[in-house]
């Protein structure tokens, strides 16, 4: 049997593995470096390996690399219904008293409350910022900043003193269905720009973040092996919102672009099974007279037997 140690475990032929890839994961079938792969813990299913990776590794790294996260801090993360969101959340939850500040849309606000957010705030009603202020004056801590041009200004303006700012998306570059190249304008016209001299005197830490970039494979791991441990401890549980099969990619999309989801959209690569009605299409007209027909026929038979009982 062919088998790969890695520094913690030996991962054997047939074992459940999560595996990380930059691109071309769409795939029934993909071949990676067996350092790439970690074992999935026996109680974990496939659809929560696909989700813990990207979400967990950028939270993780995010709070506990960069912001270094401590006890009785506060923590601001906005699109706080999504993926990265609820990661950070739970994350946020495994250290003491860590108040999270997260921004979503109403109808999210009672699942992501009872995820561990403290202060759910609806961005689209209200100013984030004064609600924010009415709580807590001083502003928070940590800034995580999924939107980017004039959101990034609001988060600088929130911190604290010594807090720390980390940008890790351009959301606000895309509104409906595509990039918006007025939307690209204005976020990239409203981006926050500081001089050293600036930062040095507000005393407020800023920084970037994108996984894509990190070329350190043990970091990775490390933190894989974390991520997995905390998994297995029931510190951490991927949400999932829905499954889709490849032929229905367009609906997983679509339920993303309409801001649909909470947690982590999947894509299973096996092909949906004949017998599984589509989600949303009625069954054909043809289908249902077919159907029908059966129906009458199996009453028909049932009747004549009750038939042959008596006589
Ligand atoms: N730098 C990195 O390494 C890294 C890694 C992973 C993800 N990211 C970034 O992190 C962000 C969150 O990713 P995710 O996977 O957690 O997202 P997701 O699960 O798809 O969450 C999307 C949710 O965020 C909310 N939202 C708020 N403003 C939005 C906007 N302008 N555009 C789209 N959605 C918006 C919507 O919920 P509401 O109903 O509440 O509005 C939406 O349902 C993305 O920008 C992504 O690019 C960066």
């Known amino acids: 049997m062919r088998s790969c140690f890695l520094s913690f475990v030996i991962i054997l032929v047939g074992d459940r593995v999560i595996t990380l890839g930059k691109s071309g994961m769409w795939q029934e079938l993909v071949v990676v ?68 500040f997260g921004t979503a849309s109403a109808s999210k606000h009672e699942t992501i409350a009872q ?19 009415k709580i807590s004056p001083k502003g928070v801590d940590i800034v995580l900043d999924p939107l980017g041009g004039s959101d990034t200004q609001k988060g600088f303006s929130l911190l604290k003193p010594l807090g720390t700012l980390i940008v890790f998306g351009a959301a606000n570059c895309v509104t409906g ?88 959209v999947i894509l299973l690569p096996e092909p949906k099974k004949v017998e599984e009605k589509p989600k949303s299409n009625p069954e054909p007209e043809e289908n249902v007279e077919k159907t029908e027909a059966a129906v009458d026929e199996k009453k028909e038979e049932a009747k004549e037997e009750v038939k042959a009982e008596k006589d």
Not at 241 to 248: G, Q
């Open 33 to 100: 470096s067996a350092d790439r792969t970690f074992p999935m813990p026996e109680q974990m299913s496939f659809e929560e390996g696909a989700a813990l990776p990207v979400n967990y590794l950028t939270a993780y790294m995010m709070l506990f690399e960069m912001a270094s996260v401590r006890p009785g801090k506060s923590v601001l993360i906005h699109m706080a219904a999504g993926g990265v969101g609820i990661a950070v959340t739970q994350l946020c939850q495994t250290v003491q008293d860590v108040t999270v």
């Open 115 to 133: 995820g561990g957010v403290t202060h759910p705030i609806d961005y689209r009603t209200k100013d984030y910022v004064e609600e924010i202020r």
């Open 177 to 264: 269905q595509k990039k918006n190249l007025l939307a690209m304008a204005k976020t990239w016209y409203n981006q926050l720009s500081l001089t050293t001299l600036k930062l040095m005197q507000s005393n407020k830490a800023v920084c970037g973040f994108h996984l894509g970039y990190i070329s350190d494979e043990q970091l990775i791991s490390r933190t894989m092996f974390t991520l997995l441990e905390l998994y297995s401890q029931g510190k951490i549980k991927p949400r999932i919102d829905s499954c889709y099969h490849f032929e229905e990619v367009a609906d997983a999309m679509r339920r993303m672009h309409e801001r649909q989801n909470i947690g982590k």
